[in-house]
C-alpha cells in the first residue's frame, strides 16, 4: 500500500514564498514520475510540475519561472519550492507519483492573500 503525505501548505501574501513537501510510504519503486497538481474552487485539477526519475522535468506555463520541482528517488520525495505567489495560485495542491492512474496525496491548501 502506497501512500503519499504532502505538507507545508498554508497562508502566505502575494510575492511571499512556500515550499510543499510529499514522502511516499510503502512498496513504491522509484521508476515513476512525481509531480505536484492543483485545484482551484469551481475548477479542474491542473498540472503543476512534474519531474521523471531521471530529472526531465515539465512545467504548467503559470509555473514556469516561479515554481522549482526537485526529489530524492532514494527517498521517494519530491518538493515545490514556490516564489512570488499569486492569489491565484490559491488552490488545493495535490502530490501524485505514476500519473493519472498511480497515486495521490490528500492535498495540502495553499492559499495566497493580504
Known amino acids: 500500500q502506497v501512500q503519499l503525505v504532502e505538507s507545508g501548505g498554508g497562508l502566505v501574501q502575494p510575492g511571499g514564498s512556500l515550499r510543499l513537501s510529499c514522502a511516499a510510504s510503502g512498496s513504491m519503486s522509484s521508476g515513476y514520475a512525481m509531480g505536484w497538481y492543483r485545484q482551484a474552487p469551481g475548477k479542474q485539477r491542473e498540472l503543476v510540475a512534474t519531474m521523471s526519475p531521471g530529472g526531465t522535468t515539465n512545467y504548467a506555463n503559470s509555473s514556469k519561472g516561479r515554481f522549482t520541482i526537485s526529489r530524492n528517488n532514494a527517498k521517494n520525495t519530491v518538493w515545490l519550492q514556490m516564489n512570488s505567489l499569486k492569489p491565484e495560485d490559491t488552490a488545493v495542491y495535490y502530490c501524485?507519483?505514476?500519473?493519472?492512474?498511480?497515486?495521490w496525496g490528500q492535498g495540502t491548501q495553499v492559499t495566497v492573500s493580504s
Open positions: 501524485n507519483a505514476g500519473g493519472g492512474a498511480g497515486w
